[in-house]
């Protein structure tokens, strides 16, 4: 029987998570019924062995005052209101360095988790034809430009001698640029990420490809799938609290930005569903900026908690019967 509600539970609450405790709570009644009967008899019995004496300590004052405290139990805004989702840490800055030219990896200058500063060679690749090519070019502009120079120096023919030189020039600038992206260089400061950089030597790799990535961590983010009946009470600049599974301590932040159209949810971050026709609901990605302490890593994962407002329990309880009339009985 217990497997049974389990299974009907996590069913009901894949289709709508807000009213899947409706069916458990009928599955544990079904459990516990014989008890519960049980406990209310032994309730009815300590009421009617306790009723004089109660009525007796019961006295008008004391019966304010106990009102008085249930009233602000239940009224008053005292209790913090959440908003919960799932997130995963990412990297601040990440670039993907692809192959400006084609060309044959020459040599690897870089390992997995080395750190490098913009500009720094990652590898370095060698193309024959093209090298050939450029070494003609800028042969040929030297010549173009020893003629030049002779014919200002005889003044004579030294027109087309000067539209040749700048031709051969604007060539050689042209070669001399993709003779530059054989180099490949990182363009942000940040640390390696891409494994086994050394395997790529002596392959051949077409333009385009990627080769490797370069991550900032010395900023995190945190994406965070705010379900969608949540979204409504989340404001930018809300307090944000990432209890990661890997970290004993929580993580504050504030929300910096929340993506204009729904989502599905990552499927690091949920169960694979083993049921055909199951299908998650819609989630809104929201951003948390964090300074890294040298502890975040990239993948993180967890669960943030995004603070809403104080409020009180029968707020808590009118809003829920609300929400139920209004989004499931309308």
Not at 89 to 94: A, I, Q, T
Not at 130 to 149: G, M, Y
Not at 222 to 236: K, M, N, S
Not at 303 to 310: D, E, Q, S, W
Request: proline share 6%.
């Amino acid at each position: 029987i217990v497997t049974v509600a389990l299974f009907v539970y996590h069913v009901v609450r894949s289709y709508t998570p807000e009213l899947a405790w409706i069916p458990g709570l009928l599955m544990a009644y079904f459990i516990f019924r014989s008890r519960v009967r049980k406990l209310v008899r032994f309730m009815k019995d300590v009421y009617l062995d306790k009723k004089d004496r109660l009525k007796a300590w019961l006295t008008p004052t004391r019966a304010a005052v106990v009102s008085a405290v249930i009233l602000v139990i239940l009224f008053a805004p005292l209790w913090p209101d959440f908003v919960e989702g799932r997130f995963l840490l990412e990297p601040g800055r990440r670039a993907v360095i692809r192959a400006e030219v084609a060309g044959v990896v020459d040599r690897v200058m870089v390992a997995e988790n080395q750190s490098v500063s913009p500009g720094s060679p990652l590898l370095r690749l060698h193309n024959l034809q093209l090298e050939s090519e450029a070494s003609q070019v800028n042969a040929k502009f030297r010549d173009a430009s020893a003629r030049a120079i002779n014919a200002g120096m005889r003044y004579a023919d030294f027109g087309p001698a000067e539209r040749e030189r700048q031709e051969t020039a604007e060539r050689n600038s042209v070669f001399a640029g993709r003779l530059a992206r054989l180099q490949i260089t990182s363009p942000i400061a940040g640390v390696v990420v891409t494994p086994r950089l050394e395997d790529l030597l002596g392959t051949y790799v077409e333009t385009g490809t990627p080769i490797a990535e370069v991550a900032d961590l010395t900023t995190m983010t945190a994406r965070i799938y705010i379900p969608e009946f949540g979204i409504r009470d989340v404001r930018l600049g809300t307090q944000v609290r990432l209890h990661a599974e890997s970290r004993a301590t929580p993580i504050s932040g504030t929300l910096a930005s929340i993506a204009p159209l729904s989502s599905e949810i990552d499927p690091a971050l949920t169960e694979a569903a083993k049921l055909s026709g199951i299908v998650h609901p819609p989630f809104y990605v929201g951003y948390v900026k964090l300074q890294n302490d040298g502890t975040l890593r990239e993948g993180m994962s967890g669960t943030a908690k995004l603070y809403v407002r104080r409020r009180s329990p029968a707020e808590m309880m009118a809003r829920f019967a609300r929400d139920l009339v209004e989004r499931r009985f309308w």
